[in-house]
């Protein structure tokens, strides 16, 4: 009877999250036809990021082919030259030294060829030594959706910032579905790798039924690709794999790794994918044995849509590069809107991406670790410093002296005891939903204590970016939320309390680090050190530019301290 039961309620759930299953995650890119080519008569610069990417005005959706070759960084993005919402997408394209100052140029790929004239949507770059770079996308042929995958290749290599892009005739398109499979669930190729055996490969993401997948096809010259006999990897549930991504890394030290390295004792290997069903990422750890083309996760983690997250909060379509210049791995992703559709026409602008961050392998092997790139910090201005201030239950002290919308901040909090942390209930497996309980206001026993950014004067309005400590029988629990109730005095938000938990231990040592990166309307936050990291995009009405305030504050029957806090003044990044 057991069983019947289960499936139905399976069932009931596929079907839901068929229909409109988000997981209250913003990152849709629903298709509004009446709204896709309204150009805004201005752009309106109120709220727009001082030093997140995005382009001068109209829609920006995945970060697309981002590559470092002969010392430029090439960002590419799905881009709506003719308007705010999605829709006549093209590969924009912006070039920078620095992964923070940009140059917008001319897109570099438009729909031009029978095989991408109704899009070209998401892929990756790959550098072929001696050869150059080389871009792999995925065209679609008709408006049923239909997807194949294409290559393009610089029109000019000696260009330093290859502005053009050529679609070869020869060989184009270089995969297609074959008929066991969805043509219309069958895109988003990743970077390539190289093997000893003489063949590349890349992954392609995809669906059977319900079963999201990474299909793998192999090619020696880069344009016959023949694909292998199973996917490298599947899941069952988690439906259509957008953007998958899989790189390896190191299980010694901070350092990135070229794609092409496999097989050592020393790295594993990461899968990411988006989900389109519930429009959020999830990733696992595990190992890539290369003579099956078999990817096979640790059981350290959960295979599907409960597992780990690069962030828990506005954050999809993401991928990462290998940075030869400085041996890092680099990840981006595409922060979507919470605001209105015809807000965003109105404003003339929609959707950034994250600030560029560094990747690696947590010790212990069981979940990675993000961080800021460090060019960074060479947009810090003025500094404040706060040492050894103690918070009592209730209290809030301002953080005086910076641009508290255009801002970079962080502070080590420390607590003598544990003793008042209050008892974890087991039934609270979802952070999202224990973050709507159990708020900044709702006082605790250890926490809730953190940030409150883009804060009114009198907090009106502000964004909380906190921590709370439970005990459970055998360990700490750490709850980190980026809450968006407050954030606006205005309604018609998308407002979620995003949150994740956080994994470190605290017996050992009795601190919790924030940083939080403001940005008039994002607040980009990495806790325990960029173990847990939420990106929220807010809309406040009053805390905008000088009226936006900063704040500790400690919500918690224990005191606690911050040990150091250090913030600085953002200065804009240079675009163009
Ligand atoms: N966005 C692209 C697709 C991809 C999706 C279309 C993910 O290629 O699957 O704009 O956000």
Redesign the pocket.
């Known amino acids: 009877m057991a069983l019947p039961i289960c499936l139905t309620v399976i069932a009931i759930f596929t079907l839901c999250c068929v229909i409109n299953c988000n997981n209250g995650v913003e990152?849709f890119?629903d298709i509004y036809p009446d709204l896709q080519s309204i150009s805004a008569r201005s752009v309106s610069k109120l709220q727009r990021t001082g030093y997140h990417f995005q382009p001068r005005k109209n829609w920006i959706?995945?970060p697309n082919g981002p590559m470092y070759y002969n010392g430029i960084y090439h960002l590419f993005y799905?881009y709506n030259p003719k308007g705010a919402v999605?829709g006549n997408?093209v590969w924009g394209h912006a070039v920078s030294k620095d992964l923070i100052n940009w140059k917008e140029l001319e897109p570099a790929l438009y729909p031009s060829k029978p095989f991408d004239k109704y899009?070209v949507?998401?892929?990756s770059a790959t550098v072929l030594p001696g050869k150059g770079p080389v871009i792999l996308y995925?065209g679609v042929i008709d408006k049923q959706s239909n997807e194949v995958q294409l290559y393009a290749i610089p029109e000019n290599k000696s260009d330093p910032f290859l502005r053009k892009w050529v679609k070869p005739k020869a060989f184009n398109p270089i995969v297609v579905a074959d008929h066991s499979m969805n043509a219309s669930v069958f895109?988003?190729p990743t970077t390539a790798w190289w093997s000893k055996d003489g063949h590349w490969r890349m992954l392609i993401?995809g669906r059977r039924k319900d079963r999201g997948m990474a299909y793998l096809y192999r090619s020696k010259d880069f344009v016959k690709w023949i694909q292998a006999k199973h996917p490298i990897h599947s899941a069952a549930s988690t439906g259509?794999w957008?953007?998958p991504d899989f790189y390896p890394v190191s299980l010694k030290g901070k350092n990135g790794l070229d794609i092409s390295v496999v097989g050592s004792s020393s790295i594993k290997h990461v899968l990411k994918n988006?989900l389109?069903l519930t429009r959020y990422e999830y990733y696992t750890i595990g190992t890539y044995f290369k003579n099956k083309d078999k990817y096979i996760p640790d059981n350290t983690s959960e295979d599907g849509w409960g597992g780990l997250r690069y962030d828990y909060g506005n954050f999809?379509?993401s991928k990462s590069f290998f940075d030869p210049s400085k041996n890092r791995r680099i990840l981006w992703a595409?922060a979507n809107e919470s605001d209105s559709k015809e807000d965003d026409v109105k404003k003339g602008w929609a959707g950034i991406q994250s600030i560029p961050r560094t990747v690696w392998l947590d010790y212990g092997g069981k979940q990675l670790v993000q961080w800021p790139v460090e060019e960074l910090n060479s947009l810090r201005k003025k500094e404040v410093k706060i040492s050894h201030q103690k918070l009592k239950k209730g209290q809030h002290v301002e953080v005086k002296g910076i641009t508290a919308a255009q801002a970079d901040v962080e502070v080590t909090f420390s607590f003598s005891s544990l003793d008042r942390a209050e008892p974890f209930d087991s039934r609270w497996v979802n952070a999202q939903d224990l973050c709507s309980q159990k708020g900044s206001k709702v006082q605790g026993g250890v926490g809730p204590f953190g940030l409150l950014t883009l804060a009114s004067e009198k907090l009106e309005e502000f964004t909380p970016v906190f921590f709370r400590i439970f005990k459970a029988p055998n360990k700490h629990v750490i709850l980190m939320c980026s809450d968006a109730r407050s954030s606006s005095l205005k309604r018609e938000l998308y407002k979620p309390s995003f949150a994740g938990f956080v994994n470190v231990d605290l017996a050992k040592n009795k601190k919790l680090s924030l940083k939080s990166l403001i940005d008039h309307s994002v607040v980009e936050s990495f806790g325990a050190g960029g173990r847990t990291n939420i990106l929220s995009r807010v809309y406040p009405t009053l805390a905008i530019k000088k009226k936006a305030h900063l704040f500790v504050f400690n919500n918690g029957t224990e005191h606690i301290t911050v040990e150091y806090l250090k913030a600085w003044s953002m200065k804009s990044a240079r675009r163009n």
């Open positions: 990152a890119h959706n995945d799905q999605w997408i899009g949507w998401s892929g995925t895109r988003d993401g259509m957008e953007c988006s389109d999809y379509a595409w």
